[in-house]
């Protein structure tokens, strides 16, 4: 996890609005698996959609396609790479640290605010993330529904499981 820690300070400090979610959500919530990426949505209200690629940036991470990393934040540049592009993520890289990769999301699949009032905030050794609940990871993983995200949800159900009981 130290590898990724900067990344939540960063936007701690700037006070973005983000919620983990994807496969170190699921490692988060405690189900052990390989994952690559953070995967974040973020508030894509302009100004907080512009604090949270500030962020980012300014900490080194760069777009890994050929646009301007400012460009995440104008809600028409991301609807033209939705419908053009087929785009449902940003991705962005560390140069520095290749292993430090982000992927954002381009529009919410889920109501943000909803996403925000039912996240959980969990200590790491030297700051705090904030996590999708499982019940929200569960709908997000179906509906993507790749093979990774169906053995997930079985792995979450069994957490939930063993939580309630």
Not at 148 to 165: K, T, V
């Amino acid at each position: 996890m130290a590898l990724f820690e900067p990344v939540f300070d960063a936007l701690n400090r700037s006070q973005v609005r983000y919620v983990v979610v994807g496969g170190l959500a699921t490692v988060l919530h405690g189900h052990a698996r390989l994952t690559v990426d953070i995967d974040l949505i973020v508030d894509l209200a302009p100004e907080e959609a512009r604090k949270a690629i500030t962020a980012l940036t300014a900490i080194g991470f760069r777009p890994r396609i050929p646009v301007r990393a400012e460009d995440f934040a104008d809600p028409a540049k991301r609807a033209v790479w939705v419908r053009d592009k087929h785009m449902r993520v940003f991705p962005l890289v560390d140069p520095a640290e290749p292993l430090r990769q982000i992927d954002l999301f381009v529009e919410t699949p889920i109501d943000f605010e909803s996403l925000w009032r039912h996240s959980e905030v969990i200590q790491l050794d030297h700051t705090t993330v904030r996590v999708v609940s499982i019940a929200d990871l569960i709908a997000l993983k179906r509906l993507a529904g790749r093979p990774q995200d169906l053995a997930d949800i079985e792995a979450l159900q069994a957490i939930l499981a063993m939580r309630s009981s």
